[in-house]
């Protein structure tokens, strides 16, 4: 079946595990390296991975499901949590969360509505950064890179995507990739990882979040990368929100905001250069914003 699933195999899997359940309709969503999913009735995700070795076809979907149960448990805002799985079969299926990525949204909303998100997002990371790092042992990894490779790394991609960074921010740019990286030796917490915005949902109408996706990123990391991330895409307002609802002596506060302006400077080169290899506008746009605030003239 992997790598040929179809709109039967749908019907199929959840009249097996949700007898009962009379299916209404069932549209792909779409279909990557790893996954092909989709969504049922508008309620419901079935996502088949398209690994083709069934034991760890069967091995990844179980992780997956452990992992999802196991941060419903701490997070304060909605997660996909598995209704089912087929793990012969390589499947996985959670109700669909309500919202729209942040990411779509259009920029002025975005600004306007910064702040109050960040809140939001804050509570989440200073929940998921709380609790002991032993208890997501065998959930997940560590990510430990250490800083100056991040830097050595962010040089290169901004080589390879100089031409698509404002001129006026260029100079700014180069004076970051010959200074010295923030000191290492920090604890790592567990986090999502990879907290942009194309990973928050939110209501449109009142702009609340009302849930965060893809956690298959998630690790043991320095805390201050999600917050990286928050300041790479929401700006700089938002960053100083979501860092007041950290539970931090102000010391420790003014160092995760250091290392988070850090990685924030870094990934936006990722997302320029993932941008510009596959056209996706979206990504190099928002990169293009930010710059304003990352590297100001």
Partial sequence: ???????????????????????????????????????????LVVRFSREPDPRRRAALVEHEARLLTAVAGVCPLPVPEPLFTATELGCLAYAKLPGVPLSELARPGRSAHGVSIA?????????????????????????????????????ELYRAVV??????????????????????????????????????????????????????DAALVDPAYDFGLLYRDLGPAALRAALGRYPA?????????????FYARCSVFEDLAYGVDTGRTGYLDRAVGAMAWLFPA
Avoid: K
């Fill in 119 to 155: 809140v939001e997002l804050g509570e989440l990371l200073a929940a998921l950064h709380a609790g002991p790092a032993d208890r997501w042992a065998g959930l997940v990894d560590t990510d430990g890179q250490p800083p100056a490779q991040w830097l050595g790394e962010a040089g």
């Fill in 249 to 261: 002596e102000d010391a420790e506060v003014a160092a995760l905001a250091e290392r988070a302006v």
């Fill in 1 to 43: 079946m992997p790598g040929g699933h179809s709109i039967a195999d749908v019907h199929g899997v959840v009249a097996a595990h949700l007898p009962g359940y009379r299916i209404g309709s069932v549209v792909e969503l779409g279909a990557g390296l790893d996954n092909v999913a989709y969504e049922v009735d508008g309620a």
């Fill in 163 to 216: 031409g698509h960074v404002p001129v006026g921010c260029r100079r700014a740019v180069e004076a970051f990739l010959d200074a010295p990286p923030p000191p290492a030796g920090h604890g790592l917490v567990f986090s999502h990882n990879d907290l942009g915005i194309e990973h928050v949902l939110v209501d449109p109408a009142r702009w609340a979040v009302t849930g965060v996706i893809d956690w298959s």
